[in-house]
């Protein structure tokens, strides 16, 4: 990370359990203002529960977390995304008796402002269906009754009416068809170029690389590699050793 940039995110020692498995082993990563920063390694490695154990959804974790300043070490989720850090689950999770519009409706929150006092991007349905076109499409259609694509276009839009200064995105490329991938690719640099910083829990290395600054390399539970995105794309031996099936 260029040490000109503004660290929004900082977790070190990280660690974190499922009852009394540990699953985590003493995390440090970084994220900056404007980066894409990406999670990789194989199904198991520990990627979706560092985004949770950042959030703060898991029962046991341990380490030192802070955001914008802020310590969120032992914070509940609400806290952290009243500060601006929004979560994007795998599993989308959308209200499915509500529609499109208030779903969206569901996540609204203020607009923010940077500590330079610059204004934070703010968005509204209006902006979101420009993103998202498909939704665009179907405003009043409940949740219930989209696709596995449209509902993860919509979990995004979601989490993006918070106003969000980070977004914390879990495997988006995940199950979904082609299409909807490319337009998920075009999402990113889009929440990039507006000032958005994502943390990206990703598989698929073509998919990471199109977005992604940096990319920090997992295995049971431990970063094994870190390094900008194009000298991991470069790095044949660690991508054979933690990403390959």
Request: zero cysteines; aromatic letters at 6%; glycine letters at 10%.
């Amino acid at each position: 990370m260029n040490t000109a940039t503004q660290t929004l995110l900082d977790a070190k020692g990280l660690r974190a359990w499922y009852g009394a498995a540990q699953i985590l082993f003493d995390l440090d990563l970084q994220v900056g203002r404007g980066e894409v920063v990406a999670l990789m390694g194989r199904n198991g490695a520990g990627k979706s529960t560092t985004l949770k154990a950042i959030m703060g959804m898991l029962d046991k974790r341990r380490g030192d977390i802070t955001f914008l300043g802020h310590d969120i070490s032992r914070s509940e989720p609400y806290h952290a995304a009243r500060l601006g850090l929004a979560f994007v689950p795998e599993d989308r999770r959308v209200f499915t008796d509500l529609t499109v519009m208030e779903n969206l409706a569901v996540g609204r929150q203020p607009a923010r402002q940077w500590s330079d006092g610059k204004g934070a991007p703010e968005w509204t349905p209006e902006r979101l269906f420009k993103l998202f076109p498909n939704l665009g499409e179907m405003p009043q259609r409940p949740g219930g009754r989209m696709s596995g694509g449209e509902q993860q276009m919509l979990t995004v839009a979601r989490a993006l009416m918070g106003n969000p200064y980070l977004v914390l995105l879990d495997e988006p490329s995940e199950g979904v068809a082609p299409v909807i991938v490319e337009q998920m690719a075009n999402m990113i640099l889009e929440l990039k170029a507006s000032g958005v910083s994502i943390l990206l829990s990703e598989q698929n290395m073509h998919f990471a690389e199109l977005v992604s600054d940096r990319a920090y390399v997992l295995e049971k539970g431990q970063i094994r590699y870190h390094a900008t995105m194009q000298e991991l794309a470069d790095n044949d031996e660690v991508r054979r050793a933690y990403l390959s099936v």
